[in-house]
């Protein structure tokens, strides 16, 4: 590398240093939030998503100190900041984005996950669009916070707890498609029949 990219880099700053301090008690994200936000806010407000949005997450390896750094085995870079992502499912375009940094970064009463796909629904809340996701962030608290917002769900289940026992019986499988929409189950799962 050059010298002058070398001393650049190392002059580079991205937040005031002299209330640097006060930020950094209230947000972890102090030393680049101005920076993260100037990103992800446009892309928010300058794109309308198709009528699907998808939910995952992504590790962004990092072996330096942080104090929120993950540890993910199943991940190629195994150490480093995790990110979950809402993108449109047909061009694949960042709708919004949330790092996550641990304790305190959800509502009392909700589950870590579905508070974090909560996090990035609001630009398309009210507005009958499906979230996709895959069983780590599926739940039934989920479901019913995305129904309060006119959002449907898909997504795959971890256990077969609030999926009927008729859905299991060999004819049956014969007959319905085992990948199931929870707009389905909830016709039919007494847990969710309650909360509603």
């Given at each position: 590398?050059?010298?002058?990219?070398?001393?650049l880099?190392?002059?580079?700053?991205?937040?005031?240093?002299?209330?640097r301090?006060?930020?950094?008690?209230?947000?972890k994200?102090?030393l680049?939030?101005?920076i993260?936000d100037?990103?992800?806010?446009?892309?928010?407000?300058?794109?309308?998503?198709?009528?699907?949005?998808?939910?995952?997450e992504?590790?962004?390896?990092?072996?330096?100190?942080c104090?929120?750094?993950?540890?993910?085995?199943?991940?190629?870079?195994?150490?480093?900041?995790?990110?979950?992502v809402?993108?449109?499912?047909?061009?694949?375009?960042?709708?919004?984005?949330?790092?996550?940094?641990?304790a305190?970064?959800?509502?009392p009463?909700?589950?870590?996950?579905?508070?974090?796909?909560?996090?990035l629904?609001?630009?398309?809340?009210?507005?009958s669009?499906?979230?996709?996701?895959?069983?780590?962030y599926?739940?039934v608290?989920?479901?019913m916070?995305?129904?309060?917002?006119?959002?449907?769900?898909?997504?795959?289940m971890?256990?077969?707890?609030?999926?009927?026992?008729?859905?299991?019986?060999k004819?049956?499988?014969?007959?319905v498609?085992?990948h199931?929409?929870?707009?389905?189950?909830?016709?039919?799962?007494?847990?969710?029949q309650?909360?509603?």
């Open positions: 590398m050059s010298e002058a990219f070398l001393f880099v190392y002059c580079l700053r991205f937040d005031d240093s002299t209330t301090a006060q930020r950094r008690a209230d947000d994200l102090a680049v939030r101005n993260y100037k990103f992800i806010v446009p892309c928010e407000a300058n794109y309308t998503p198709r009528t699907g949005c998808t939910v995952d992504s590790l962004h390896g990092l072996r330096g100190k104090s929120f750094k993950q540890y993910l085995p199943n991940k190629l870079s195994k150490y480093g900041i995790k990110v979950n809402m993108a449109d499912s047909k061009s694949f375009y960042l709708v919004s984005s949330k790092l996550y940094t641990e305190g970064t959800h509502a009463g909700l589950p870590i996950l579905t508070q974090a796909v909560l996090d629904v609001p630009s398309v809340s009210g507005t669009r499906n979230i996709t996701t895959n069983n780590y599926m739940s608290p989920l479901v916070e995305l129904k309060s917002r006119t959002l449907t769900l898909v997504g795959t971890k256990s077969k707890e609030c999926i009927p026992s008729s859905f299991w019986r004819q049956m499988k014969e007959q498609n085992t199931l929409t929870m707009q389905t189950i909830s016709l039919y799962c007494p847990l969710l309650r909360k509603t």
